[in-house]
C-alpha cells in the first residue's frame, strides 16, 4: 500500500509538466476542424491524452485545458465611417461613398468583419470648374430629408438666392424594391406607402437659377395628372404621385420628409 500511494504522489508532481503541453505552449489556436492542432493534457471529461486546439473542440469536447484562455474569441472592430464623399460624377445621378477600416481581425471564431464601404445616390449640381450644370433630371430624383443638412451648400452667383419651397405629393405607386432596401442610408425608403401624403422639399442647389423650380416638382402638370419619381440611392426603387399643392414650407412627419435632388 504505501509503494501505490507514493506512487499516486510521484504522478499527481507529474501533472503540472505533462499539462503544459496545451494551446498556448504549443502556440496553437487553429480555424474549424483541424486534426493536426494537437496537444497533450487534460479534456473536460477528466481524461488525460491527445487534446485539441481547433474551434472545433468545443462542440466535441475535446479541447486541451487552456484553450478558452490561449484562444479566446476576439470579433472584428471596424473604424468609425469616414465622412460622405462628393457625388462620383457632376451634372449626374451617381452615388457618394463612406469607408471604414479594420483595426482588429477576426479570431478564433469571432464576428466576422461587416461591409467596408456604403455608397448612398447623390447628384452635384455644379461643374469641376464650378459652372452650374445644365442638365435636366426626369423623373424627380428625391432623398430622405436628412440628406439637405448634409448637402454642401453654395452660393449663387448674384448672391440672392431664392428661398426653397415645399410640394405636397399623394403616392399612387410604389415598386416592391423600396420596401426591400436593407441598407442603412436606404432604409428611409421603407416609409414610402402607397396613398400617403408626402412633403418634398425644394433648396438650393437643387433649386434651378432660371426657372425656380426643382426638376420633376410637377409645376404646370394638370390636376391629377401622374407624375414620375424616383429614390436616389435605389434605382429599382420608384413610382407615381400626383401633386397636391405648393407651400412655403414643410410640415409632414419626418419619415414621410423628402427632398428634391
Given at each position: 500500500?504505501?509503494?501505490?500511494?507514493?506512487?499516486?504522489?510521484l504522478?499527481?508532481?507529474a501533472?503540472?509538466?505533462?499539462?503544459a503541453?496545451g494551446c498556448?505552449?504549443?502556440?496553437l489556436?487553429?480555424?474549424?476542424?483541424d486534426?493536426?492542432?494537437?496537444?497533450?493534457?487534460w479534456?473536460?471529461?477528466?481524461s488525460?491524452?491527445?487534446?485539441?486546439?481547433?474551434?472545433a473542440?468545443?462542440?466535441?469536447l475535446?479541447?486541451c485545458?487552456?484553450?478558452?484562455?490561449?484562444?479566446?474569441?476576439?470579433?472584428?472592430v471596424v473604424s468609425?465611417?469616414?465622412?460622405?464623399?462628393g457625388?462620383?460624377?457632376?451634372?449626374?445621378?451617381?452615388?457618394?461613398?463612406?469607408?471604414?477600416?479594420?483595426?482588429?481581425?477576426?479570431?478564433?471564431?469571432?464576428?466576422v468583419?461587416?461591409?467596408?464601404?456604403?455608397?448612398?445616390?447623390?447628384?452635384?449640381?455644379?461643374t469641376?470648374?464650378?459652372?452650374?450644370?445644365?442638365?435636366?433630371?426626369?423623373?424627380?430624383?428625391i432623398?430622405?430629408?436628412?440628406?439637405?443638412k448634409?448637402?454642401?451648400?453654395?452660393a449663387?452667383d448674384d448672391?440672392?438666392?431664392?428661398?426653397?419651397?415645399?410640394v405636397?405629393?399623394?403616392?399612387?405607386?410604389?415598386t416592391?424594391?423600396c420596401?426591400?432596401?436593407?441598407?442603412?442610408y436606404?432604409?428611409?425608403?421603407?416609409?414610402l406607402?402607397?396613398?400617403?401624403?408626402?412633403?418634398?422639399?425644394?433648396?438650393?442647389?437643387?433649386?434651378?437659377?432660371?426657372?425656380?423650380?426643382?426638376?420633376?416638382?410637377?409645376?404646370?402638370?394638370?390636376?391629377?395628372?401622374?407624375?414620375?419619381?424616383?429614390a436616389?440611392?435605389?434605382?429599382?426603387?420608384?413610382?407615381t404621385?400626383?401633386?397636391?399643392?405648393?407651400?412655403?414650407?414643410?410640415?409632414?412627419?419626418?419619415?414621410?420628409?423628402?427632398?428634391?435632388?
Open positions: 500500500m504505501p509503494g501505490r500511494a507514493a506512487a499516486l504522489v504522478a499527481l508532481l501533472l503540472p509538466r505533462r499539462a503541453a498556448a505552449a504549443l502556440g489556436c487553429c480555424p474549424g476542424r486534426p493536426s492542432c494537437l496537444g497533450t493534457g479534456r473536460p471529461d477528466g488525460y491524452g491527445p487534446c485539441y486546439c481547433d474551434q473542440c468545443e462542440h466535441t475535446d479541447c485545458h487552456d484553450y478558452a484562455r490561449a484562444c479566446p474569441v476576439m470579433p472584428c468609425q465611417w469616414s465622412v460622405w464623399s457625388c462620383a460624377e457632376p451634372c449626374k445621378t451617381t452615388y457618394r461613398v463612406r469607408r471604414r477600416h479594420v483595426i482588429q481581425e477576426p479570431r478564433n471564431g469571432g464576428e468583419c461587416p461591409p467596408l464601404e456604403e455608397r448612398a445616390g447623390c447628384v452635384e449640381y455644379w469641376e470648374q464650378g459652372t452650374e450644370c445644365k442638365q435636366y433630371l426626369i423623373p424627380a430624383l432623398t430622405t430629408g436628412g440628406f439637405g448634409a448637402r454642401k451648400k453654395r449663387a448672391g440672392n438666392e431664392r428661398v426653397g419651397y415645399c405636397e405629393f399623394q403616392l399612387v405607386a410604389i416592391p424594391a420596401l426591400h432596401s436593407h441598407h442603412s436606404t432604409h428611409w425608403m421603407q416609409y406607402r402607397e396613398g400617403h401624403t408626402v412633403c418634398v422639399e425644394c433648396q438650393h442647389p437643387a433649386l434651378d437659377s432660371k426657372s425656380l423650380h426643382c426638376y420633376g416638382d410637377g409645376s404646370g402638370s394638370k390636376k391629377n395628372q401622374l407624375l414620375h419619381w424616383q436616389v440611392g435605389n434605382p429599382r426603387c420608384r413610382g404621385w400626383k401633386r397636391i399643392r405648393q407651400l412655403d414650407t414643410c410640415s409632414c412627419p419626418s419619415v414621410h420628409s423628402f427632398l428634391f435632388i
